[in-house]
């Protein structure tokens, strides 16, 4: 089990690099009392059939660890909706993309805690495989936007450390003026 | 910190770039690939990913190229770190927690020595082999 959320969307989106997805949507909102994150790609998506067996943990395609059983992602997601009394969504067309998603009183106790929204905003924006990366976030009636494609404009590749270093401190500034006063 | 712009992070990289212009660019070459997998990601691998970018910054070895991929097939070992560069051997580092990263940064990228109580390697090729069927 993963310690905190940003550790779980970690993990969903780099499910949907593997699905060799072009483009990933991530969103995470805090509103009205209610945690929602959803992560949703243009990858392969999947059929009725396998969506059904996704969250189970002794289920995998195989296709990212060839001879490994397990596939933990999912099942995490679906285990964190049950625990807090909230709703797990998974929707996925064949050729189309799927989206996965976590909606959940923000306050409910067995909810884990976000962890390092910085380090995991900026893990997302720099996964390898991956065209572009949107990440829209939202709490306390405050937003911002990030789009891999315009960093990537600025800082060119996000894989040197100068990059990474730059794109954390641009990620910060946009999350501490949410938790501003 | 103020909130930044797209231009306040562009003025902010030609300041940088500047700064950078006036250092080696040996460094251009290394490799730093974190394993980010489920199993990677829940052992603690983005701590590790996080120390490495300190690190490297710290000792100004910002053209080291840091990378994140998904599992790296040791998952007994998480987090497990690939580091390449000339003049050494490509080596997977087990267990690799934020001091061990440290390490990794100082004694094999800095110091062109082995950290020697981390070293993995891939799987043997007969035994990735045998797990495609």
Redesign the interface.
């Known amino acids: 089990m993963h310690f905190t959320l940003g550790e779980l969307l970690l993990d969903l989106v780099q499910n949907a690099a593997n699905a060799g997805a072009i483009s990933v949507r991530v969103s995470v909102r805090e509103r009205n009392g209610r945690f929602a994150m959803t992560v949703s790609d243009d990858g392969a998506g999947m059929p009725a059939q396998i969506v059904q067996r996704a969250t189970d943990p002794f289920y995998t395609d195989g296709r990212a660890h060839p001879g490994r059983e397990v596939g933990l992602g999912l099942a995490f997601l679906r285990q964190t909706a049950e625990a807090t009394d909230g709703s797990f969504r998974l929707q996925s067309q064949p050729g189309e993309g799927t989206t996965v998603g976590l909606d959940c009183p923000a306050n409910h106790v067995d909810l884990p805690p976000f962890g390092d929204p910085v380090g995991s905003f900026v893990a997302v924006l720099c996964t390898e495989g991956v065209g572009e990366i949107e990440i829209a976030r939202e709490a306390r009636e405050r937003s911002y936007t990030v789009r891999r494609s315009e960093l990537n404009e600025v800082l060119g590749d996000l894989s040197s450390v100068e990059a990474r270093g730059l794109l954390c401190e641009y990620v910060r500034s946009q999350e501490e003026e949410i938790w501003r006063r | 910190?103020?909130?930044?712009t797209?231009d306040d992070?562009?003025k902010?990289?030609d300041a940088?770039?500047r700064e950078?212009d006036m250092r080696d660019a040996e460094n251009k070459t290394i490799q730093v690939i974190v394993g980010?997998?489920?199993s990677g990601?829940?052992a603690g691998a983005?701590d590790t990913?996080?120390a490495f970018?300190t690190e490297?910054?710290q000792h100004g070895?910002?053209?080291?190229?840091?990378?994140?991929?998904?599992?790296l097939?040791l998952d007994h070992a998480e987090p497990t770190v690939e580091v390449r560069m000339s003049d050494m051997p490509t080596v997977i580092y087990g267990k690799v927690t934020p001091e061990i990263a440290e390490k990794i940064v100082r004694k094999h990228i800095l110091g062109k020595t082995l950290v020697n109580d981390h070293i993995y390697d891939r799987p043997a090729a007969d035994i990735m082999e045998?797990?495609?069927?």
């Open positions: 910190m103020a909130k930044m797209l992070l562009r902010l990289r940088k770039r950078l980010m997998g489920t990601i829940a983005k990913l996080a970018l490297l910054e070895l910002s053209n080291v190229s840091l990378r994140q991929t998904g599992s097939g045998g797990t495609k069927e």
